[in-house]
C-alpha cells in the first residue's frame, strides 16, 4: 500500500511537463509557488495536491491510521491504530520548480512500537522506484516495470526474483575513490556549519554530490551510486522512507534522534563516513547552546 499511496503523489508531479513541457523554470502563475521559511524554501500547490493524494490512499485503505505530512502536520483519528505514515509528497522542491529531474514522492509507514515497517521513494522524473519492507529487503526498479509486493496493507513484500526488480546491497567501491552526498539548508547560519563540516568529511571521499533531495540522496546509498550522505537539520518526512530502504540494504544507518530538525537537529547518515558519529561537528549540544 505504501507503494499505491507513493504512486498516487508522484502522478502528481507527473503533470508538471503539461505545464511546462520544454523542463523550463516553471513560473508562480503554473504552480501556486510561494516561499516558507526563507525565500529559498519553496513550496508549490503541486506540493499540497501531492500530499492530498497521498493522504486520500492512506485514508480510503487504512483510516485509522495517523498521518504525518509536510505540508499538512499530523493528522490522528479519534479511535486510531497505532499506525502512522510519514509523508513527504515532493522532496526536491527546488529542483521541481527548476526542471532538475532529482525529486519524488516519499512514503513511509510506523508501527506502534516505533519501528519502521515500510518506506517507498517513487521520482517519477527518473522513471525510478526504490521500496522496502522491514526484514524482506529493499529493491529498486523502473516506475514503468516494477510492482512492489503488495504486502498485508502496510508495506510490501520480498520482491526478489522479479522481472526488472534489483535487490539492493549498498555501496560496493571504496570510500576513497567513492562520492560523498549531501545537502544545504536554507537558513545562512545553519549552512555555514554544514559546510564546514562537509570540508572536513571529504578529505575522506573522492569527491563530492549534492542531489538536493534527502530521500533521493539516501536511495542512491542504498543502492551504490554513492558511498555514503550526510547532511544536519533535516526533516523525519526527508528521511523516512529512505532510512529504511538503506538498512534493508545492508547500509548502516543513522537516523536523527529527534523528528523534529529545525527545533532539535541532528545528522542523518547512511553509509560509512569514515569517522566516529560522535566526532563530527556541530552536535546537538553545541547548536542548542
Known sequence: MAAEAAAAGAAVLAERDAVAPSGRVLRGDESGLETKSSEADLVTDFDRRSEQA??????????????????????????????????????????????????????????PDGDWLAGVVHAPALDRLWWASRGAGAFTGRVSTARPGAGDGAGGVDDAGQPGVDRLSGPQGTRAAGLLSTGFGYDAARREQQVSAVVELLGGFGNL???????????????????????YGIQEHDWAAGALIAEEAGVPMRRPLAADGAAHPDWCIAGDLGVPHEQLRPTPRETAA
Open 209 to 231: 554530490r549534492r542531489l538536493g533531495a534527502a530521500a533521493l540522496d539516501i536511495c542512491m546509498v542504498a543502492d551504490g551510486t554513492v558511498e555514503a550522505y550526510a547532511e
Open 54 to 111: 497521498v493522504r486520500a490512499v492512506i485514508g480510503r485503505r487504512r483510516p485509522q491510521d495517523a498521518i504525518t505530512g509536510e505540508e499538512y502536520g499530523t493528522s490522528a483519528p479519534e479511535q486510531a491504530s497505532g499506525i502512522r505514515w510519514s509523508i513527504d509528497p515532493l522532496d526536491g522542491t527546488t529542483n521541481f520548480v527548476r526542471g532538475i529531474v532529482y525529486y519524488g514522492t516519499s512514503v513511509a509507514v510506523q508501527g
